[in-house]
């Protein structure tokens, strides 16, 4: 590469084409929606009581944005977590056909190539004009309509446009990774369990195919051979379903552009929360260029996978995994692996938002989309540091070249205490790891740090938390600790009103929040600096949310 992925992909034009996610988002019918509770606020709450506005969640999966992993049809296939971060970035093209596709239609491969170049390996997302019917668009008039306005729901999940019963083998042929859409599904809605639920619909979907192919759909969609393909052969392939798209995604009208699909990486389950992003090249760059100097670029997953084994912070709910549709459920049409989950945000990796802690800030749907990337520093100090040792700026800046207005991730190598490593340490990891120094918040504002990072349980230190009080003998190790280190004992250089939850309560109201629970490849990585990504669902009422994060290295 002539330029570096740093510079790359800092100039390069980003477009979030992620549905925003709310409890108002519409589950696939039949389906558990997002509810979201409060358990725990700063003041007390049931379940969880005091110290933080933490969120209790129940959801289906294939609500809002999402992956659909090969396992929703074979259980024997991979997992989400399954699935590396190069079977879901890659060139594509975003191919719009909304002028040619209407209720209940079909959508063929020439449909598609006759509007843009598909190369073999690409990336597809196919803009069939029905995100406009999301929860999140406005009204679509029409005065026939009951209200004058269309239904939206039946519009998202029940009458949009379906790939034609070729559809698939080319994608196959093709090669293709992912195949995404802007509707409730990558299937036509009348080859899922929808037709039986909505027979009335069927019988319109029917009418219409017998008009404009002269077929019944079993004629032209034989079930049993249809299911073959789409059940069997196609997720033994490997090929990749992205739903639910949206938000600029108009804006990319039969363009090729990078794809980045970020999925969190469950362990257990069939589909996945996702972010999608495409990037198209900077002005002054050929679009050959940008993509070969991205394919070139070594990107790296520092996303601990998401597990029920995943430890959560204490005193926050678990997380839990009921299957409530399975392959062998129902004949054709529920025949899919399917899961509803619940469980509070602070396990695994995932990004503390604003209203975690500061009740009027942004909730993480509300953050804008640049401010979740950009070029950053990772600090390995993890040699400079030992159980409930305190590390500071002069630390980080030893290792790193920190500039105003970087992400910034903390390695203090307490990764390797987590729950998947042969070196497993769970109390280790919770409440021995390292924290910052009493000044750290003060040259985080200074330095104009975007947001942090480490890959420990809390960017906090434990004893400036509640685990203090739970943990009074550890206390006493970290006080006797900063008194040889420092000739201060922990309430003279941790006074509790100025600095209890200092992380959180002194930065998060100045708009600097942080991730926690970072790991995986950030294991093996040097301090320098790196492209930083946090692709995290765009949740309208989530305090905090999982994500997926990653590094490009410079």
């Not at 903390?410 to 021995?432: A, C, H, L, Q």
Request: proline share 6%; net charge negative.
């Amino acid at each position: 590469m002539t330029q570096s992925a740093v510079d790359i992909l800092t100039r390069a034009k980003w477009f979030d084409l992620t549905q925003a996610l709310s409890i108002f988002t519409p589950p696939f019918p039949g389906e558990m929606p997002l509810q979201v509770q409060f358990f725990k606020r700063l003041t007390g709450s049931f379940i969880g009581g005091q110290g933080a506005n933490g969120q209790l969640i129940e959801w289906s999966n294939n609500t809002g944005t999402h992956l659909v992993g090969p396992r929703a049809f074979h259980s024997g296939a991979r997992a989400i977590a399954d699935i590396p971060l190069s079977d879901l970035y890659g060139e594509g093209v975003v191919v719009d056909i909304s002028d040619a596709v209407s209720d209940y239609s079909l959508y063929t491969p020439e449909m598609i190539t006759s509007r843009v170049e598909v190369k073999q390996g690409d990336i597809l997302i196919i803009n069939t004009g029905y995100h406009k019917y999301g929860w999140d668009q406005p009204d679509v008039r029409n005065q026939a309509a009951q209200g004058g306005v269309e239904n939206k729901e039946f519009g998202y999940y029940l009458r949009h446009p379906g790939p034609s019963p070729e559809f698939f083998q080319w994608a196959l042929d093709m090669k293709l990774k992912l195949v995404g859409v802007d509707c409730g599904c990558a299937e036509h809605p009348m080859n899922t369990n929808l037709r039986y639920m909505h027979a009335r619909e069927f019988e319109k979907a029917e009418a219409k195919l017998k008009e404009t192919r002269g077929k019944t759909w079993d004629e032209l969609f034989p079930p049993e051979k249809y299911y073959e393909l789409t059940h069997v052969v196609m997720p033994k392939s490997g090929l990749l379903l992205a739903e639910a798209l949206g938000g600029q995604i108009d804006e990319l009208k039969n363009k090729r552009a990078w794809i980045m699909v970020n999925p969190v990486p469950f362990m257990e389950v069939e589909s996945a929360w996702s972010r999608v992003a495409a990037l198209l090249p900077p002005d002054d760059m050929d679009a050959n260029q940008f993509f070969d100097a991205l394919r070139a670029a070594p990107v790296f997953d520092m996303t601990v996978p998401f597990s029920v084994q995943s430890p959560q912070w204490a005193n926050y709910v678990p997380l839990s995994v009921n299957y409530t549709k399975r392959v062998g459920g129902q004949y054709f049409g529920m025949g899919r692996n399917n899961a509803h989950c619940r469980a509070s945000f602070h396990l695994a990796t995932h990004m503390d938002g604003e209203r975690h802690f500061y009740v009027t800030g942004r909730t993480i749907g509300q953050m804008p989309f640049d401010y979740w990337f950009g070029s950053g520093v990772i600090a390995d100090i993890s040699s400079m540091v030992s159980d409930t040792s305190v590390y500071s700026p002069e630390m980080i800046e030893k290792v790193a070249d920190v500039r105003k207005g970087d992400i910034l991730i903390v390695k203090t190598g307490y990764n390797k205490y987590g729950w998947n490593s042969p070196d497993s340490d769970e109390f280790r990891y919770m409440i021995r790891h390292p924290g910052p120094s009493a000044d750290f918040a003060d040259w985080c504002v200074e330095k104009e740090i975007k947001w942090l990072g480490v890959d420990c349980v809390a960017m906090e230190h434990p004893m400036n938390t509640i685990q203090r009080n739970w943990h009074p003998k550890t206390f006493e190790e970290a006080n006797r600790k900063l008194i040889e280190a420092f000739g201060k004992s922990w309430d003279e250089m941790y006074p509790l009103d100025q600095y209890y939850q200092d992380m959180h309560l002194n930065l998060f109201p100045k708009h600097i929040i942080h991730a926690e629970n970072l790991g995986k490849d950030l294991a093996d990585l040097e301090s320098g600096r790196y492209f930083i990504g946090c692709f995290v669902q765009k949740g309208m009422e989530l305090e905090s949310c999982w994500g997926r994060f990653v590094a490009f290295k410079e």
